[in-house]
């Protein structure tokens, strides 16, 4: 019965990451990485930190050369790795027992590691590969196997390959670690130090084709990355409080949040000194370092959850009344599986939802396939590159060219012979004379909430979790259509 039950967990996990995986169009982020991907095709990838490590765009460019470039390839790693985490956190039964299973359940309905186990961004990796770590280090203290070390090593490699965020997590969670350093024998540790750096060196040259880290201080990656995203934290790119991450919690994750809480205090109470003092710490390192940071972003809750959601699942398999823990279950993965579903596959860009970050609208995919409809040929656009992505990624069956203003923009247009010319706001006002003889309609590019303490109310905040509707104002950006023939 319980191998029936475990395969039933992994088909939902599989069912959740790939159905319609290709629905929403690319986002703003989603739509620059594949720039990366086409560098890497290319030869001329080379490390940018402002968007991340290049593990994902190597993966996703083996995809896409033999699947071709859509939605569904582009998302197609990150799904694979939101699979490949719940099926190793049923490994995790040696050390929390049965409570592995719940847990498993727990993230396999996540509503936001789903989210973003169907982006394509690197967060869905990182889980697997942190979670990797944890369980290889945890079973190398128990079997003190050389191999154990240096699959954590790896794990790790594989982290620091990914995003910037390693860096400092990676210290934090080794920390834990300082007491049992006696534990550790000097031979394997030095085995698996050789690993992490061939791999993370191989990674960051282009398979040493790119040997510049070595020999200019400034380019090597580690001084890359701090000295990027130590600025990002100073101006506040995208900042925000301290606590924004926990609406996130409560309104995705309410049970899960009431059980890990119990947990939590219980345990201390109890003063539980096994792995569970490790996942409370996991949990507490993770919390507070994203607070802290200024970098408010909802993908990062998902490093929140994962220790979260197993401590939940520990939780429930503790409660000895049977009645009462599948009481709990029951109400939980209801409450889950409903928002997991309306987020992910009923409406992925409805941006009444606060886990997702600027959503591009379903209008663009529309819009692209009515230009082909109409036999365009030419498309001119004038706007910044921070204005008009994800456009590149849906323009380019046509030929597509970019302006930053409306200088000598009738010139422009009658030069490049434009059958059609796509303005932003502040552009489309400055030549709206110009163009008063040709059609013109708009386009939604993406939306977003606006929020204010005197429209959030209980009754908004019920309304958005049983119909997911706005629990603030909606606004839209919108682009202006012309067209010239």
């Known amino acids: 019965m319980r191998k029936w039950i475990r395969i039933a967990i992994v088909v939902l996990a599989v069912f959740l990451r790939f159905y319609d995986l290709g629905k929403a169009p690319l986002f703003f982020d989603e739509s620059v990485h594949t720039v990366f ?39 197609l790693i990150p799904a694979i790795f939101g699979v490949l985490t719940v099926l190793l956190l049923f490994k995790f039964e040696r050390f929390i027992g ?30 697997f590969f942190t979670l990797a770590f944890v369980y290889f280090i945890f079973s190398y203290l128990r079997d003190k196997k050389c191999y154990q070390l240096v699959l954590a090593s790896i794990s790790l490699a594989l982290f620091a390959c990914s995003k910037e965020n390693f860096y400092p997590i990676a210290i934090l969670l080794l920390l834990y670690f300082v007491f049992d350093i006696k534990k550790f024998k000097v031979r ?20 040493y084709t790119y040997t510049t880290p070595f020999t200019n201080f400034s380019e090597f990656p580690v001084v890359k990355a701090i000295v990027y995203w130590k600025h990002q934290h100073e101006i506040a790119r995208i900042g925000g409080p301290w606590w924004y991450y926990i609406p996130l919690l409560l309104l995705y994750d309410l049970p899960v949040f009431i059980l890990g809480v119990y947990a939590i205090a219980n345990w201390i109470y109890r003063k539980k000194n096994d792995f569970r003092a490790f996942l409370i710490y ?21 490093h929140i959850e994962l220790p979260l959601y197993i401590i939940a699942g520990v939780c429930i398999a503790e409660i000895r009344r049977v009645k009462v823990r599948y009481l709990a279950l029951l109400l939980t993965v209801v409450f889950l ?42 498309v001119c656009v004038f706007m910044s590159p921070g204005d008009y992505w994800p456009l590149p990624c849906y323009l380019k069956d046509f030929k597509t060219y970019y302006f930053p203003s409306v200088n000598n923009f009738k010139e422009t247009i009658k030069a490049y012979d434009c059958d059609v010319v796509i303005l932003n706001e502040t552009n489309a ?16 590019l993406r939306s977003w909430v606006s929020y204010s303490y005197e429209s959030l109310n209980p009754i908004r905040i019920l309304e958005f979790l049983i119909f997911r509707k706005p629990m603030g104002t909606v606004c839209y950006f919108n682009h202006t259509v012309y067209y010239v023939r």
């Open 37 to 75: 991907v086409d560098n890497v095709l290319s030869g001329t990838y080379k490390y940018d930190p402002a968007f991340h490590g290049p593990l994902l765009f190597y993966l996703t460019a083996g995809v896409v050369s033999v699947l071709g470039k859509n939605e569904f390839t582009y998302r």
């Open 188 to 207: 394997d540790v030095a085995i698996a130090v050789v690993f992490f750096l061939l791999l993370y060196s191989a990674f960051y040259t282009n398979f």
């Open 337 to 378: 599986i409903y928002s997991c579903v309306q987020l992910n596959i009923v409406n992925p860009t409805n941006p009444a939802e606060p886990a997702l970050y600027l959503p591009t609208s379903m209008d663009v995919k529309e819009f692209r396939d009515n230009l082909k409809a109409m036999n365009v040929s030419r």
């Open 98 to 127: 049965r409570g592995a299973d719940y847990s498993t359940l727990l993230v396999a309905i996540s509503p936001i590691i789903v989210n973003y186990s169907r982006f394509f961004r690197n967060d869905s990796q990182i889980l």
């Open 282 to 302: 996991w949990f507490v390192v993770n919390l507070v370092f994203y607070s802290y940071v200024q970098e408010k972003v909802p993908w990062l809750v998902v």
């Open 429 to 444: 006002k400055k030549v709206e004379g110009v163009m008063k003889n040709c059609t013109k309609t708009e386009l939604c």
